[in-house]
Structures are given as C-alpha cells and as structure tokens.
C-alpha cells in the first residue's frame, strides 16, 4: 500500500502520526500506544468505526480473523 500523507498519516514535530484508516487497514493492534488507535482492549476494532470507516472496518475484522484461524 502506498502511503498518503493526510489520509494515512501526517507529520508532528518531526514525527510520523498514523490515522485511524491506516490503523485499521494495517489489521492489527502493535499495543503501542497510538494517539488513533481504532482497537480494543481484545484487539477488535472499535464499533465507532464500523460506520466511519466501513470497508476498512471490514477489511481489519478479516484480517484479524483470518490470523487467529491460522494461529489457532
């Protein structure tokens, strides 16, 4: 995925900021903190953006499904 500044991060003080629709695309919570984190505590994306951001909601939850299969 090519990253674009202003949709899947922007710059603050000299330092990347990840959005909450890269978050989300990327498919999984790293635990680190971020200030847009879209996750839960169980590592599922937050119902907020079930409507916010749809297809990336979609697109996290089968990610994060498709990964717990295969770990299982």
């Known amino acids: 995925m090519k ?3 202003g949709e899947h991060y922007y710059c603050e003080n000299g330092l ?4 909450s ?3 989300l695309l990327r498919g ?3 635990e680190s903190g971020c200030r847009h984190c879209p996750y839960d505590a169980k590592g599922w994306p937050r119902d907020e953006f079930r409507q916010a951001l749809p ?3 979609a697109t996290a939850c089968a990610a994060i499904r498709a990964r717990r299969q295969r770990d299982a």
């Open 3 to 5: 990253l674009v500044e």
């Open 16 to 19: 990347y900021v990840f959005t």
């Open 21 to 23: 629709l890269f978050l």
């Open 28 to 30: 999984y919570c790293c």
């Open 55 to 57: 297809q990336a909601y």
